[in-house]
């Protein structure tokens, strides 16, 4: 297993960018789904993106909800998983959570229950 610490989060206006990062530490070299979530006071853990953690290609995966504003990426090197998100709004206010499950290939798992690490989340608020 793995274990992921979220840092990045802050207070920013509209508009502007933040890039959120997740350390991962223990099984590095065993294959995984590295997976973005967030939630919002009163609402439900959503999906925002997946990327595959493990050699070669990548193949990142996205809510619709934050396609082209939102990018996953990894750093197989400095053992990082990064969000880097523009063009902020004040409804991407949440506290972020990285997480990660063992993956096999194929598609990814979107579903909070589907994965069995998580980070202890990083808060993101957005002003208007």
């Known amino acids: 297993q793995v274990q992921l610490v979220e840092s990045g989060g802050g207070l920013v206006q509209a508009g502007d960018s933040l890039t959120l990062s997740c350390a991962v530490s223990?099984?590095?070299?065993?294959?995984?789904?590295m997976g973005w979530f967030r939630q919002a006071p009163g609402k439900e853990r959503e999906f925002v993106a997946v990327i595959n953690w493990s050699i070669g290609m990548t193949y990142p995966y996205y809510a619709n909800s934050i396609k082209g504003r939102f990018t996953i990426s990894r750093d197989n090197a400095k053992n990082i998983v990064y969000l880097q998100m523009n063009s902020l709004i004040p409804e991407d206010t949440a506290v972020y959570y990285c997480a990660a499950y063992s993956w096999r290939g194929g598609d990814f798992y979107t579903e909070p229950q589907r994965y069995d690490t998580w980070g202890q989340g990083t808060r993101v608020t957005v002003s208007s």
């Open positions: 223990g099984r590095t070299f065993d294959t995984y789904a």
